[in-house]
């Protein structure tokens, strides 16, 4: 609900406040955002005091209690004695910087906003707040988007900034979204890795000065991620006051938090300002992309939920609904496959119930290894005789739909594409920066798009293709683009970005029933923007299934379990060397989209039975899998001994609880797993030994069996009696 009185703006969720007002200068102050409080101007919180050194605009004239250094902005300028992080940084024909924004109008629309060919939350039936600011010596215009998901409490932003002036100004920092708060003692926790350990948590108090989780590797980055949360000290899974932000962007991004010299915190996120630059000619726009806002009074668990659920009802666009248990021959095979080895791994996939064979890299142009090949998409006639009419009908005989890898924002040098057109490379002159052996693609460029997407439309109407993995495996360095003029290479990553977001989506407008998986090198691009695209995304090259409960337990926290790639691979795995038990393997990959990446005619006839069992098990809990509400039931990165999670229909009539032991130690202790979410009055049935209330085994907890060995799992099905 949207309530405009007087320049107060109040947008009420279900259980959540957001409100803003415009001061007696025109100043749009945040006044609070949090759980939900009815009937007031919480402007009566602000406080005007004189504080040294803190400059006062000239309107408000000797009042040295007026200053935008201690006030809470809703859109922080720049040069307007407001020293903390800007949202917005304008350059001026003159040369001067600044942006000063003060109030013009506002407007209310039935529906939520679109972006245009940017990644955004769907909500025919909410609502739209626009505020419009003006920066009069600038002659541009700024508005404010708020888009209210009641029913999921989520509030989404994205500013759209309009010359109106005559000559062009360059935007040098556009934010997404400030968030103040007026207080300073907030924990912020961030999302971070490397190649292979991606989305760890890590969390902190702020302390004076600015802490910040950003990319400049043109992708969102295996590094950090686009979503963090700040919270209260003592706040946890069931406790305490937290908010999430979240960016739905997948290029170069920068979320920061900066403590105040007054014990106040400023959140601001959106494009990283680092080598951006926008020039807005008169009567253009810019819009950012688009980011959300999620509170929680009741600790991380309830601020997952709406998440999880905000994101796969409003965000991701699903052609398929249930997903299907996937085998990919990248593990097994890497480049070295022909039509044969692909055929005899299906067929000894289907069998045990798995629906969609992928089939990975080195399929197309000279790829037999990583040294070549990119960008030439056209069927490797040695490895697939008779390409991929002959090779997709073999599959689809065995009961299996068909899918492909691509990595079409790539080249190698030793392609037909670089020798005929090596100026289509993002690369600036004299300088050549490799990794993989590829170089990247101008996105940027029209003509470059069409010609990539030309190909892969040839070979997506060439047989019956289900599945599309869209991977990309390096970051972006020596950036520069051949069609764009010196004054306008800042705009370059943002236009790859918007490139690539073009091309997904001419694809999924082509073939509506397509599933694309987005990939990085694993979990590289896993973000809100590529989610809108692609409903799932390969989680992390890293397999193992250890490390798989640390990457997945982070990843979690803003991103359903439906989104989440994940599969299970032959043991030692390759990244860590380390062997666990199929069983547990399978429990861990259940932890999202579920698949295998192995040669099944190369295990023992135990396994393959294991394999069968687990298959058949996930088929028949997907919806309670994909659907249901996830509570993380302990830490992984405690070291305690075990990792446990939980998924209840919203019903609360079923649950599943999947547990992995630690390393084995001598004289275990004997644990009761208490289980959350249950309706304490429900007698359930615990996977067939007995029934007990919700309150008993939500208190008292259920016995885990004494685990033997090394990273035992387990899993139950509870059902209401
Ligand atoms: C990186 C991906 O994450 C892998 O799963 C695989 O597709 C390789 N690329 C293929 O080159």
Avoid at 624 to 633: A, E, F, M, N, P
Wanted: with cysteine; proline share 6%.
């Amino acid at each position: 609900m949207i309530l405009c009185h007087k320049g107060l703006f109040t947008l009420h969720t279900n259980h959540t406040t957001y409100q803003m007002k415009a001061d007696a200068h025109g100043v749009l102050l945040h006044t609070y955002y949090g759980p939900r409080v009815e009937g007031c101007d919480l402007s009566y919180t602000i406080r005007y005091v004189d504080r040294g050194f803190s400059p006062v605009p000239e309107e408000a004239g000797e009042d040295r209690t007026f200053s935008l250094d201690v006030l809470p902005q809703e859109y922080s300028g720049c040069g307007t004695g407001d020293f903390r992080l800007p949202s917005l940084d304008l350059e001026l024909p003159n040369g001067s910087r600044g942006a000063d924004l003060r109030f013009k109008s506002f407007r209310v629309e039935r529906g939520k906003y679109a972006l245009e060919g940017l990644p955004a939350f769907r909500g025919e039936e909410d609502e739209t707040l626009t505020v419009v600011l003006e920066d009069a010596a600038a002659g541009v215009e700024v508005e404010l988007l708020y888009g209210v998901l009641e029913d999921y409490d989520l509030i989404t932003r994205a500013v759209r900034v309009i010359n109106r002036g005559t000559s062009a100004v360059k935007i040098r920092q556009a934010a997404s979204l400030c968030l103040d708060f007026q207080r300073g003692n907030l924990d912020l926790i961030t999302f971070d890795g490397k190649h292979v350990l991606e989305r760890c948590p890590n969390r902190g108090p702020l302390l004076p000065g600015v802490r910040s989780a950003d990319s400049v590797r043109g992708g969102s980055s295996h590094q950090h991620n686009p979503f963090v949360i700040l919270c209260d000290h003592s706040a946890g899974e069931d406790h305490g006051l937290c908010f999430a932000a979240c960016l739905l962007y997948s290029g170069n991004f920068q979320a920061a938090a900066e403590r105040s010299q007054f014990e106040t915190v400023r959140l601001t996120l959106g494009i990283h300002p680092w080598n951006f630059c926008w020039t807005l000619g008169p009567g253009e726009a810019f819009t950012t992309p688009e980011a959300a806002l999620c509170c929680s009074g009741q600790g991380f668990t309830p601020l997952t939920h709406r998440l999880h659920r905000c994101f796969r009802e409003r965000l991701l666009r699903d052609p398929w609904g249930e997903r299907p248990v996937l085998i990919n021959n990248w593990e097994s095979t890497e480049f070295s496959f022909d039509a044969e080895r692909l055929v005899a791994i299906a067929k000894s996939a289907a069998p045990m119930g798995v629906g969609l064979f992928v089939m990975d890299d080195g399929w197309f142009g000279a790829r037999d290894s990583d040294r070549a090949g990119l960008g030439d998409w056209t069927v490797n006639r040695d490895k697939l005789p008779g390409g991929l009419e002959a090779l997709v009908p073999r599959i689809k005989a065995l009961g299996m739909d068909f899918g492909l890898w691509v990595e079409p924002e790539m080249v190698n040098e030793d392609s037909e594409l670089y020798r005929a057109h090596p100026d289509w490379v993002l690369q600036a002159p004299g300088r050549m920066v490799r990794s993989r052996q590829q170089l990247v693609l101008d996105f940027t460029r029209r003509d470059v798009r069409d010609h990539i997407y030309g190909a892969l439309k040839a070979v997506l109407s060439s047989a019956e293709i289900s599945y599309v993995k869209w991977d990309v495996n390096r970051s972006l360095a020596a950036v520069w683009s051949a069609a764009l003029p010196p004054e306008r290479q800042g705009e370059v990553f943002h236009r790859y970005i918007l490139g690539v977001y073009d091309m997904l989506e001419r694809m999924r407008r082509d073939f509506p029933h397509l599933l694309i998986e987005g990939c990085s090198g694993g979990g590289g691009r896993f973000d809100a923007g590529m989610l809108y695209y692609t409903p799932q995304i390969w989680c992390s090259d890293n397999t193992d299934a250890i490390d798989r409960l640390r990457i997945q337990y982070g990843t979690s926290f803003c991103y359903p379990v439906c989104t989440m790639g994940a599969h299970v691979s032959a043991i030692p795995n390759a990244q860590t060397g380390r062997s666990v038990s199929m069983e547990t393997r399978g429990v861990v990959a259940m932890h999202g989209t579920f698949g295998y990446e192995m040669d099944p005619s190369r295990i023992t006839p135990e396994e393959r039975e294991v394999i069968r069992r687990q298959i058949a098990f996930f088929k028949k809990h997907q919806a309670l899998i994909h659907q249901g509400d996830y509570y993380r039931l302990s830490d992984p990165f405690q070291n305690g001994p075990y990792t446990a999670w939980e998924q209840v229909s919203p019903d609360k009539r079923e649950a599943l609880v999947f547990v992995v032991s630690g390393p084995a130690q001598g004289g275990p202790p004997l644990l009761n797993l208490r289980l959350k979410g249950l309706e304490p009055s429900f007698r359930y049935q615990v996977d067939g030994q007995g029934d007990y209330p919700g309150a008993a085994l939500m208190e008292a907890g259920w016995p885990l069996p004494m685990p033997w060995g090394d990273f035992q799992s387990w899993q139950f099905y509870l059902s209401a009696l």
